[in-house]
């Protein structure tokens, strides 16, 4: 396999190099197999495994680390959040990632709305810290929540709104960087006569060097450069011609891709947050149409024009949550929808605009009434909320787009050519030609304001027909743009795939100025070779991520995966569904990936993992490597929260493949004493319970902590959950009026053991709710039911399957009425809605899983059929709410907030969390129990810690809970006590005594 892990040398050259760099480097140097393949593909469709890794620390680092690689004769590139979508992080030397540790906001001067910030510092990220000053840096790429700035400025990014704020080149002021050579250098505005530059002689010589190329090629760069706006091809030599003001140099490294120097600092323009807007949705009955009408639209200066086509319309029809959206949004059958923005600050303008809007629209033809010549016209939305879900959809359209699960996936090589507006029409009409010319298609949406379309065409790159006909639509296109005086890269750079095109482009005078640039900086060719100039061919299928002996053995796995292609049931598919887009490095908002936001490492991501499966998988990381320590440490820090499988923008499903390497795992390594502990839990609970005391003796003795700590890997730090005696144990089959409407509590280990008052307090919620509850004695055998989670946990597959199949034989009578069998904990619940499916798919199964609920799940479906009647009392007070990971990823947390708010008087307030860390066993692990802390402390123990004694902690999963204890020494408790403590609220509420036919044993 030409570019694979295995591939590359371990030679003692490498071990020195790797010696010198562990000495001089205290940040992580990572030269093993399993990590050079974590940074060998970016969110393009190429892989390149590098020699080795290095994560500096400091700007100082940095340099030491180039100089070293230099001084062994390797290449360096530098990395960001690796979301290139061209290969332009793809290299065999030495990557340098900035991302961890060099991301600070250096300084912010409000005034003069300009800030400093190093390379590594995420989009989203420094705008948080702006938002507080009114300010915002506006480029507002679609990766904004993991693109670096630094990355950015290497692709001269652009946002959706560039028709106003300029893309990245628009709005760097000047930038501190790093030569080949080490040299630092400022490169910001000079005068052409470098009249006071502040710079060594040779920085002097450098810019002398450029600004006399600018002027002797200025004919040329005038008549070869693409008058688009969006032009982020080549490198801006436009920024070097003779002009009335001074030149930038920063704009000359605005683009060059890490090929030029290594920026060490990035100073730029900041602008006033967006206060007010409109969106006019403009409606048209063929795509040719809306196409054509963008050049007269842009003459209203909206700050963007996005396009929206019949097949994206047609997904949000589909979508339960978007069709609200398009019933407000969208009028009638349109072939696409343009939504024009407008965003100045004074709203009235905005109005103003909205109704040109209109009238333009009527004058090109379409109008609503009138009798429309054309059909068509405009839907007003002012109302922000409606904005927003619009903005939404848009982003949520794309991704389910993207995530078809069939071998043949949308490609970007075309994706984001750009040309002069008046040509939109002919270009997309002449594009889609030359799509099912080569048998093809692809769903186009734009920025149409700047005549850039994003396109990507459906093709399978492990077969060389649909390579050669990507090689053909890449020629034809781009011989189209040049025709059309557009630019072949008008939003994500050149990379691989574009840079061999720029002699075509550009020409070969320019193609030599490129060159000529790329040697004066770099004479050695040390900094990310082989872009922008001397690029290898686009198609060259030794470098894609499945060149043509891309394999992937038989694969004995244990789940269902036969909703994907490829081996082992599927599972290759599923794994290799990642696309490398980076969501899953987002530091805020949702939950997905908690242990990468602990960590930053691109281990602990979910990326990362689903990389270094389809590596492992193929071979590429040696033999047995699904289940070598190595994957296991991959793996280690997973805390299968779910969070992926809903967050991801394709529905990586990690939790569910963690499953398979720990099957694997147990099948080669078997099982450790932590995991025979953890997983076989509900066999030896009750026993447990029994003989509290001494079972619980462990917590109490140091000796025994400790020891435990030595013999099972439990960290001493933590306590373990204490036994007791009475556990939940009701006589009675059956509680509430025998005329009720059915429900089944199912009464996990983790409740009726540890908590048994939470099931006492869901039974009295239900029986005061009229409901005739049903607690069904197991089917099969005299021990308790359990869904097999823990088992899942441990990777006991089997034993998993034989609970489930006890559970499913014992609720099917239930399930095949329609008795909804109501839980209490989100993880045990929810086992039955998804693993349970993965494990069975006989009908019996299906019923069940079909009628699994949550406790506020099924209280709220009940209030929302009316027939929720709960004599709830008033409590004037607070409650704050964390959610469980597993009720965020199956959209069955907000329901926990609806029940809380049936509680008269009751203030809910919800905790912006991501995991709690504890993670079922993960947090009482003594190897991962610091990273367990670490995700709590991000946001869960802090809300807790500001909150008064007398605000209710609400947590629903026991683990939720044992963290929250362990960390802020206050108890959480479960929904359903909140519930029966209003219940106790009403003095004349009959369900007041407690349900009757049943007692703890
Ligand atoms: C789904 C999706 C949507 C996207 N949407 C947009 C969009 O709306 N607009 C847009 O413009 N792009 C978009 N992109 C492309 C990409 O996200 C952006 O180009 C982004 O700015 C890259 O940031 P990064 O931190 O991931 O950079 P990386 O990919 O890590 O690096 C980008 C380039 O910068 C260089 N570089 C990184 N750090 C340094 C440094 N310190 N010094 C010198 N060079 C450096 C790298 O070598 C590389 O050549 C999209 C990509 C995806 C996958
Ligand atoms: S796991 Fe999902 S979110 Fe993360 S990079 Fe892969 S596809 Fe993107
Ligand atoms: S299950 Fe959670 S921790 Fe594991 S990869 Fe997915 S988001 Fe990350």
């Known amino acids: 396999m030409a570019a694979t892990a295995e591939t590359a040398t371990n030679s003692a050259e490498i071990g020195g190099l790797v010696a010198r760099l562990s000495r001089e480097i205290s940040g992580e140097v990572l030269f093993d197999s399993f990590s050079r393949g974590r940074y060998a593909t970016d969110a393009s469709f190429y892989q390149i495994v590098p020699a080795g890794v290095v994560v500096p620390r400091s700007m100082d680092e940095t340099l030491r680390a180039l100089a070293i690689a ?88 652009c946002g959706g709104r560039s028709l106003r704020y300029g893309t990245m080149r628009d709005n760097t002021l000047s930038m501190q960087a790093a030569l080949a050579d080490g040299t630092l250098l400022h490169f910001g505005e000079v005068p052409r006569d470098l009249a006071g530059v502040d710079a060594p002689a040779s920085g002097v010589a450098l810019f002398s060097d450029m600004l006399a190329l600018g002027a002797r090629e200025a004919g040329e760069i005038a008549e070869r450069f693409p008058k688009v706006q969006r032009r982020v091809g080549g490198y801006n030599l436009d920024a070097l011609v003779p002009r009335n003001a001074p030149n930038n140099m920063a704009h000359l490294l605005v683009g060059s891709e890490g090929t030029l120097a290594f920026t060490t600092k990035v100073e730029l323009r900041l602008w006033p947050v967006i206060r007010n807007k409109v969106l006019g949705v403009c409606h048209f009955g063929s795509f040719y149409e809306a196409m054509d009408a963008a050049q007269h639209l842009v003459r209203l200066k909206p700050i963007a024009v996005e396009l929206v086509d019949r097949t994206m319309i047609a997904l949000g029809r589909e979508i339960a949550m978007f069709q609200p959206i398009i019933a407000a949004a969208v009028r009638g059958d349109p072939d696409a929808i343009l939504v024009v923005e407008f965003a100045e600050e004074d709203q009235d303008e905005n109005l103003r605009r909205l109704k040109q809007l209109t009238e333009l629209m009527g004058d090109l033809g379409f109008s609503w009434g009138n009798p429309p010549r054309k059909w068509g016209g405009v839907v007003e939305i002012t109302e922000a909320p409606l904005q927003t879900a619009i903005a939404d959809f848009r982003a949520s359209g794309l991704n389910v787009m993207m995530s078809m699960k ?22 997309t009409e002449r594009l889609n030609a030359i799509f099912s010319k080569h048998g093809t298609r692809g769903t186009m949406y734009a920025h149409a304001s700047e005549g850039c379309l994003h396109v990507r065409p459906v093709l399978n790159l492990r077969l060389d027909k649909d390579v050669k006909a990507m090689r053909a639509i890449a020629e034809e296109t781009f011989a189209m743009v040049r025709d059309y005086k557009g630019s072949h890269s008008g939003e994500h750079g050149d990379g691989i795939v574009r840079s061999e095109f720029h002699e075509a482009m550009f020409g070969a005078r320019i193609t030599a100025d490129f060159r000529e640039v790329k040697q004066r900086f770099d004479p050695e060719n040390v900094l990310n070779p082989g872009k922008i100039v001397d690029a290898p061919k686009m198609d060259d299928r030794a470098l894609f991520r499945y060149p043509p002996d891309y394999r992937v053995g038989e694969l004995k796995t244990v789940l269902d995966w036969s909703a994907f292609p490829g081996a082992g049931g599927g599972f290759q598919g599923a794994v290799e569904m990642c696309n490398n887009n980076g969501a899953c490095r987002k530091l805020e908002g949702g939950v997905m990936c908690p242990s990468f936001r602990a960590t930053h490492d691109e281990k602990d991501v979910t990326r990362g993992r689903a990389n270094t499966l389809r590596l492992a998988i193929s071979g590429q990381l040696g033999p047995d490597a699904l289940a070598s320590d190595a994957m296991m440490e991959t793996m280690k820090l997973c805390v299968s929260c779910k969070a992926c499988r809903h967050e991801c923008p394709v529905g990586v499903d990690m939790a569910k493949m963690k499953i398979e390497v720990l099957a694997a795992r147990v099948v080669t390594h078997g099982l450790s004493l932590r995991d025979r502990l953890i997983g076989y839990l509900p066999r030896y609970a009750d ?66 053991i540890y908590e048994p008052e939470n099931l ?154 991501s995991c709690c860390g504890m993670a079922g066993g993960f947090g009482y692990g003594t190897e991962t129990y610091q990273a367990s802390m670490a995700m709590a402390e991000l946001s869960l123990l802090p809300a807790v810690r500001k909150a008064d004694a007398a605000t209710l902690v609400v947590a629903d999963g026991t683990s939720c809970r044992h963290q929250i204890a362990d960390g802020t020494g206050r108890s959480a408790l479960h929904a359903a006590r909140v519930l029966a403590l209003s219940l106790d609220c009403v003095n004349s509420n009959p369900a007041h005594t407690p349900a009757e036919g049943h007692h703890h044993g």
């Open 406 to 427: 069939e071998a043949g996936k949308p490609v970007s090589f075309v994706e984001d050519c750009a040309v002069p507006l008046p040509h939109l029409a002919d270009y």
């Open 760 to 913: 006492d307090a869901a039974l009295r919620v239900l029986v005061a709710g009229g409901y005739r509850v049903h607690l069904p004695k197991p089917a099969q055998g005299n021990r308790p039911l359990c869904c097999g989670r823990t088992f899942l946990s441990a990777g006991l597959v089997d034993q998993a399957r034989r609970e489930l199949g006890r559970l499913v034989e014992t609720y099917a009578p239930f399930a095949a009425r329609g008795v909804p069998i109501i839980g209490l904990e989100p993880s045990c619940l929810l086992t039955l809605r998804d693993e349970l499916l993965s494990l069975r798919s006989d009908e019996a199964a299906k019923a069940v899983s079909a009628q699994a609920l949550l406790f506020e799940e099924f209280l709220v479906l009940e209030a929302e059929a009316g027939r929720l009647q709960l004599p709830l009392g008033a409590i004037a007070g607070k409650a704050l709410v964390h959610g469980h990971c597993h009720q965020k990823s199956f959209g069955a947390f907000k329901q926990v907030a609806q029940a809380l708010r049936l509680v008269p008087d009751l203030d809910v307030e919800i905790i912006e969390s």
């Open 687 to 752: 026993l447990a319970s029994r003989l509290a005391p001494l079972a619980n003796w462990r917590n109490r003795s140091p000796l025994l902590r400790y020891w435990f700590e030595r013999i099972a890997g439990i960290s001493a730090a933590r306590t373990l959950p204490a036994f007791r005696r009475d556990v939940f144990a009701p006589e009675a089959e059956t509680s509430g009026p025998a005329g009720g409407r059915e429900v089944v509590l199912f009464t996990d280990t983790f409740n009726r």
């Open 70 to 157: 230099r001084d062994a004769g390797r290449k360096v590139t530098p990395r960001g959040g690796g979301t290139s979508q061209c290969g332009q992080t793809v290299n065999d030397g030495i990557v340098i990632d900035f991302s961890k540790y060099l991301n600070r906001l250096i300084s912010l001067d409000v005034e003069n709305k300009t800030c400093v910030v190093e390379p590594g510092l995420v989009l989203d990220d420094l705008n948080r810290q702006l938002r507080q000053h009114g300010l915002w840096f506006p480029v507002d790429v679609s990766t904004a929540s993991r693109a670096t700035i630094g990355g950015m400025a290497g692709n001269n990014s």
